[in-house]
């Protein structure tokens, strides 16, 4: 399915379902409010969902890998080869992102979406190429227009064909030396930020080489200066692959009311270009954590998301959010499973008025 035709297909929120799901849950055996956070993430879900009772049972975090020619300047504290050799150890289920997917029970769906290393033959990665990488945009554009584009509908194309699976909950993963740079390129472009602001460590840079980043990303914007109203535009020019990928997921994922959890900066980049594209696809985003990375923060700002957990992660591959998917199917089951005062016989507080 094409960009256009998703974009119209994004629903709102269900409200009439929400407000049934609101009454549920002060009538639960438990003192209005006591579930904190989870409640009113439960009155989400079943807005996202447009179900009442919503169940989160089939689980998925799909991890997106390219690689990045802006990593030959020195951007990264890993070489370039090390995004080739992380797919094959996602494949093999040797990467942090495996056990806790396997310890949550979410299946992996790992896609090449344009590593510059042959990564040999291994089933279980599926392969959309784009390109071997995207060019160093330093020096000239990440990649073109049309390459941007297609980078969005495959990522659209992996989420309808995952939804086809059996799919309930989505979660964003990615891997590509070199993506944090183009992540605060991102960042900064549609937040009006600098990229001051927005860089971190990505890897683990000492100070002087985060001095350094920055100084590539603003040297890039100032030489092509993406359009901050055309998220096409801005993902072309200083983006990647994979970001580009993931924003088609959360927009294929909305577009069939599948909520998203959002992993660290690299999704928090890929749902600003979302956003960007289609406004409503914002109500069906969860932010799985905070990352470490200064631009996360400044990305979920602009998201107006608050983060389920704060653990100082800033590993990728979907880590954070697969970490936080089991809060979110909680959420859900408490709505769906907890007895009413009624349906438990046990006595309500007494009406104030």
Do not use: W
Not at 114 to 142: C, D, K, M, Q, Y
Not at 156 to 163: G, T
Not at 178 to 192: C, D, E, K, M, Y
Not at 289 to 312: Q, W, Y
């Amino acid at each position: 399915m094409n960009l256009s035709a998703i974009q119209s297909r994004i629903p709102e929120p269900d409200a009439g379902v929400m407000e049934v799901a609101r009454r549920r849950q002060t009538a639960l055996t438990k003192p209005p409010g006591s579930l904190g956070h989870l409640e009113e993430l439960s009155v989400l879900l079943a807005g996202m969902t447009g179900q009442t009772r919503p169940r989160l049972d089939r689980k998925a975090v799909i991890v997106m890998a390219a690689d990045h020619g802006v990593a030959a300047e020195g951007v990264s504290a890993y070489p370039a080869e090390v995004t080739a050799q992380m797919v094959a150890n996602f494949a093999r289920g040797g990467a942090a992102i495996n056990v806790l997917a396997r310890a949550a029970g979410v299946r992996v769906v790992t896609v090449d979406m344009g590593v510059r290393a042959p990564l040999g033959e291994f089933p279980n990665v599926r392969s959309l190429r784009v390109g071997p990488g995207t060019r160093n945009f330093l020096h000239e554009p990440a990649m073109t227009r049309q390459e941007a584009l297609l980078t969005i509908e495959t990522g659209i194309a992996v989420a309808l064909d995952e939804r086809s699976r059996g799919l309930d909950l989505v979660a964003t993963g990615d891997m590509g030396i070199g993506n944090t740079t183009a992540a605060s390129a991102i960042t900064a472009v549609l937040t009006g930020c600098t990229p001051v602001q927005v860089t971190g460590p990505g890897t683990g840079l000492e100070p002087a080489r985060i001095t350094q980043k920055a100084r590539v990303i603003g040297k890039a914007l100032e030489r092509h200066r993406p359009d901050p109203q055309d998220a096409v535009d801005v993902l072309s020019k200083v983006g990647g692959f994979e970001i580009g990928g993931l924003a088609g997921v959360i927009l294929g994922a909305a577009a069939h009311r599948i909520p998203v959890v959002l992993d660290g900066f690299i999704a928090g980049a890929a749902a600003l270009l979302a956003v960007r594209l289609a406004p409503e696809a914002r109500a069906f985003l969860i932010a799985g954590h905070r990352s470490a990375e200064p631009g996360h923060g400044i990305a979920l700002k602009a998201l107006e998301l608050e983060p389920l957990l704060e653990l100082e992660l800033r590993l990728g591959e979907g880590t954070g959010a697969v970490l936080a998917m089991p809060l979110v199917e909680a959420a859900a089951r408490l709505l769906d499973e907890m007895a009413t005062f009624e349906e438990a016989g046990v006595s309500d507080r007494p009406d104030p008025a």
